[in-house]
């Protein structure tokens, strides 16, 4: 019997944001706990599905914690996360494995990468044991990391749809050094430059060719995985950038060699990266959606995109539509989704139906926006909603609906508008903090445009403020 132990920590963290995420911002799951919850963490899922019916193996499942993408972590909650880890693992029987979920880029208060802490322990504690790792695609891969673990592999899709895929992916991994004897080596080449997100996505060239390259690599006998880790953008951090990465059978030159075939094949297309949406200032953005006359046409307030670790409380969009923009928008039927004011929240839900004077947004991000002061009513609240169990409220101005926030999560369902019962397919224009467009969304956009707003979550790069130089593209 193998004993294979598994867990993970998942969390992209902006270090342009001032928010510290803390441990009301998690979702966390201590042994047992992940398989009713394996849903929340995809990842996980991916792994435990392909261990279920190995019979000569045996998972040990330790912590499992994810949070929506947010500010670094506080220092002191993920010490406690990480005691836990190791807490329940000395309970357990000796692995003989780990495979890990987690994201690449999660950093803390004072320690940077998380995954290169807990890596070092691990390796520290267990200095023999192999550790496989599924990645996000945007994960800051670390020297260390690649000196502590035997194979990594992460996501090949953008927006992400495979995570459970790459879980699945690692556990394979594993298995073929468990079960089938094949010691595996894994090849990385760094390119120095920082990407956007919203200019690699793999429905869209060049990282669709590039994410095709990875397939046909996957299709030889003696590779395992092929990877493309884009690094993230919006964190100031030490080893950022683009990592080619190849796991091989034992194979330490092929490993190599396809690394760096990866990397020129990057390279050779460096130049090509842009908007897979039209993309133009804000005001512009809204005022050519605007006019549109097909609904609804979305506009993704890319700036403050809570997925991808902003405050999500920017006000410059609600500022635009209720004042220079105020007498277009009341000719339009116009949903904002939305902002997360916790406050907000609070003073509205007691005066459903009433006009009121109510003040949302500019209480985190105070560097690229203001608090706005909104005269409308509020029409609905509903609780408990999602899995981090966030209070919805929908305030009604002359100009816009907006969806308010008791948490910071992310607006990228339909989800959120079933629930607070806005028939949304009637709706001219909807207003989203995001960067390209989640699937829900593509499937019921008429048309889209991408608003290049400041903030945490900067599209053009050579607006924040990084301590180290960077090639940008």
Known sequence: MKNIAIGGFFHESNTFNPIITSQEDFLVYCGAEIYDNSEAYLQARGIIEFFKDKPDCRLLPLVFARAVPNGVVDKTLYLRLKEKFFQLLDEMPQPDIFVLALHGSMRVQELGSAETDLLAEI?????SIPIISGLDMHATITDKMLQFTTAMVGYKTAPHLDALETGYHAAQMAYQIISEGHALCMGAVKIPCLIAGEKSETDYPPMRGLIAELHKLEEHDEICAASYLLGFPWADAEENGVTALVVTKGDQQLADSSARYLAQKFLAVRQNFGFSSPAFAPQDALRLALQETCKPVFVSDSGDNPT???????????????GELAELARTRKILVAGIYDPVAVVAGKDRLNQVISLDVGGRFDTQYCRPLTLVGKP????ADFGLHKASLLLFRTDEFDLIITSKHIGFTGIQMFEALEIDYLYIDLIVVKLGYLTEDFKAIAAKSYLALSQGCTDEVLSRLAYSRAYDLV
């Open 123 to 127: 390796k520290f504690r267990y200095p």
């Open 379 to 382: 029409l609905k609240l509903v």
């Open 308 to 322: 991808a670790g902003s405050t999500a409380d920017n006000t410059t969009l609600i500022s635009l539509l209720s």
